[in-house]
Antibody
Framework: EVQLVESGGGLVQPGASLKLSCVAS????????MSWVRQTPGKTMEWIGD????????NYAPSLKNRFTISRDNAKSTLYLQMSNVRSEDTATYYC????????WGQGVMVTVSS | DVVLTQTPPTLSATIGQSVSISCRSS???????????LHWLLQRPGQSPQLLIY???RLESGVPNRFSGSGSGTDFTLKISGVEAEDLGVYYC?????????FGSGTKLEIK
């Protein structure tokens, strides 16, 4: 059974940093490009970026490129999202998913940015 | 960025009724490799999104065949032939042809 399990969310203050993780199982993680997607409280879906299956290349939404970094550890079947200098507008549920076809999704992890 | 315009924003249907959702793109989604990376997702209340249709018209494994997708270029449609109670939720189209990948604003399906 395919599983993607995100963790690392919570309540953070503006300007802080946060690292989300997504552990994959049930499929060959190292064969897949992986993406992070977020959903705002108003249900708007936003693609954050993705990473090539071997970690050698990343794409980002231009508006987030300077503050968010995607990485992966294929030995641990884990995808990461490093968020820095977070803002209130980063409040959302964050999902990891497979890029090509968006066929596998995690359960999501909530991040709330507030003082 | 590619803008995906989904209509209608809400849809109210009775059980057994057939409905359609439109997704129009601000530019062609035909990739240089010949694929069109337009997919349809369903997010049921309280759940994560799930893939229904990929590459415009291909039915994801396990998805009932009352769901179908069609279209090309910039105009795409998701059809549900005979709505069932479990189909309620929000439907999103998403494009993976042009980075940054983008989502439609969603269509909420309510059951009368």
């Amino acid at each position: 059974e395919v599983q993607l399990v995100e963790s690392g969310g919570g309540l953070v203050q503006p300007g802080a940093s946060l690292k989300l993780s997504c552990v994959a199982s049930g499929f060959t993680f190292s064969d897949y490009w992986m993406s992070w997607v977020r959903q705002t409280p108003g249900k708007t879906m936003e693609w954050i970026g993705d990473i090539k299956y071997d970690g050698s290349y990343t794409n980002y939404a231009p508006s987030l490129k300077n503050r968010f970094t995607i990485s992966r550890d294929n030995a641990k079947s884990t995808l990461y999202l490093q968020m820095s200098n977070v803002r209130s507008e980063d409040t959302a549920t964050y999902y990891c998913t497979t890029t090509e076809g968006f066929d596998y999704w995690g359960q999501g992890v909530m991040v709330t940015v507030s003082s | 960025d590619v803008v995906l315009t989904q209509t209608p924003p809400t849809l109210s249907a009775t059980i057994g009724q057939s409905v359609s959702i439109s997704c129009r793109s601000s530019q062609s989604l035909l990739h240089s490799n010949g694929n069109t990376y337009l997919h349809w997702l369903l997010q049921r209340p309280g759940q994560s999104p799930q893939l229904l249709i990929y590459l415009v018209s291909r039915l994801e494994s396990g998805v009932p065949n009352r769901f179908s997708g069609s279209g090309s270029g910039t105009d795409f449609t998701l059809k549900i032939s005979g709505v069932e109670a479990e189909d309620l939720g929000v439907y999103y189209c998403v494009q993976g042809t042009h980075a940054p990948f983008t989502f439609g604003s969603g269509t909420k399906l309510e059951i009368k």
